[in-house]
């Protein structure tokens, strides 16, 4: 009998629709799963419906992610089924194990020899890379910044000074309700010439990514408190 496959299932990136983010194949894939290891079985079961509104959720098994996890009942969800079945890793938004749960799964995937199969879906770090206009040749993704402003602080010069010796692109992230803590201390603490990017809300209806130096950011800034938002510091790209 043929071993099942473990999907790694992107999520979207918030309301956007199903047809604007999931390509076809995978939702065809999708559809056939029944086995789910989530981060949340309320984002996930919202996530298929969206996938399809008839998906019998109510034949679907969950395995939902914790902090900490019990290694003896993911190995017995995997090992129950994946001798049958298919496996489907869903995040709660974006791409599983990217800045989410999920990596302890894929190596749990590799130890046992099973196949892993990632499906094409949004990724919020590679979308603003994308649309930022910076080196997407050489790049950092910080995840979340500390949360003590001293130490935040040191951060993000530490990603300015790298930037001007290196060309790097630094990408860095914050929960929706410290973002303008955030931005407040990239205008008051980097230089008036250094790129900032901010891309909020990506792949929604109202999004925005624009690439300015900081002393333009401080005469345009906008709000970005409740908007998913991902900051990027680098160089303009100069072809002449």
Not at 28 to 45: G, P, T, W
Not at 159 to 186: A, I, Q
Not at 188 to 193: A, G, I, V, Y
């Amino acid at each position: 009998m043929k071993k099942g496959i473990i999907y790694l299932i992107p999520n979207t990136l918030g309301d956007d629709s199903i047809e604007r983010s999931t390509p076809i194949f995978a939702k065809k894939k999708i559809n056939s799963i029944r086995f789910f290891i989530v981060e949340s079985v309320k984002l996930a079961r919202r996530y298929l419906k969206k996938i399809d509104r008839l998906f019998p959720i109510d034949a679907c098994e969950f395995y939902e992610l914790k902090k900490k996890n019990d290694l003896h009942n993911i190995y017995a969800f995997i090992d129950n089924n994946i001798n049958e079945y298919d496996i489907g890793l869903i995040s709660d938004a974006g791409c599983p194990c990217v800045a989410d749960p999920g990596a302890q799964i894929v190596s749990i995937a590799h130890e046992k020899g099973i196949k892993i199969h990632p499906l094409v879906g949004p990724s919020s770090i590679l979308l603003t890379l994308m649309g930022s206009g910076f080196s997407g040749q050489k790049f950092y993704f910080h995840g979340y910044l500390p949360k003590n402003r001293k130490n935040r602080i040191i951060e993000i010069q530490n990603y300015e000074s790298d930037t001007r010796k290196n060309g790097t692109t630094h990408l860095f992230m914050d929960t929706p309700y410290r973002n303008m803590n955030v931005l407040d201390d990239l205008l008051n603490e980097l230089s008036d010439k250094t790129y900032l990017c901010i891309a909020s809300n990506i792949n929604l209806a109202k999004e925005s990514i624009k690439t300015m130096e900081i002393k333009e950011w401080r005469e345009n800034a906008y709000d970005l408190s409740k908007k998913p938002t991902m900051f990027a510091i680098g160089r303009i790209q100069n072809f002449i």
